[in-house]
């Protein structure tokens, strides 16, 4: 069973840590901490080159790994909340076992902050449907 990790009062404060999250992940993002190259390469024997190569790896990194957790996060549910934070995980595995070659990486510090997303949608979904359901009782 789920045990809420937050116990915000209202689904308002929950949509709050929500978009402060997402803020950090901007942060990151505007950081370049987000994804990151751990070599500098060349191509052609020119290291301006091998740069734009690693910022096209970096962006096409970032891109994938936000859409899938982007897709995950719109369908987590009820009873559906650990599964959800396993396909995350995997999908950071997958990405970063193929990037290796390139050394294109995404940090856990990264991956963590979409967790912490998706936990706090769930629980927003949560109180949400709570609220609901107390206006219905009130009715």
């Known amino acids: 069973l789920y045990k809420p990790t937050y ?6 404060q929950y949509k709050k840590e929500i978009d402060a999250v997402r803020e950090k992940q901007k942060q990151m993002i505007l950081e370049k901490t987000a994804v990151y190259c751990s070599e500098s390469w060349t191509v052609g024997g020119s290291l301006k080159e091998g740069a ?27 009873n559906n909340y650990n599964t959800m934070k396993e396909r995350i995980i995997k999908s950071f595995e997958a990405i970063n076992k193929l990037n290796e070659t390139s050394k294109v990486f995404i940090p856990e510090q990264y991956l963590n902050l979409k967790l912490e997303e998706l936990k706090l949608t769930h629980e927003y979904h949560e109180k949400a449907y709570e609220e609901k359901e107390e206006q219905r009782a009130i009715r």
Request: proline residues 0%; positive net charge; contains cysteine.
């Open 7 to 12: 116990s915000y009062e209202s689904s308002e």
């Open 52 to 78: 734009k190569l690693t910022d096209k790896a970096i962006k096409l990194t970032l891109r994938a790994f936000n859409g899938e957790c982007d897709s995950i996060i719109v369908k987590v549910k009820w």
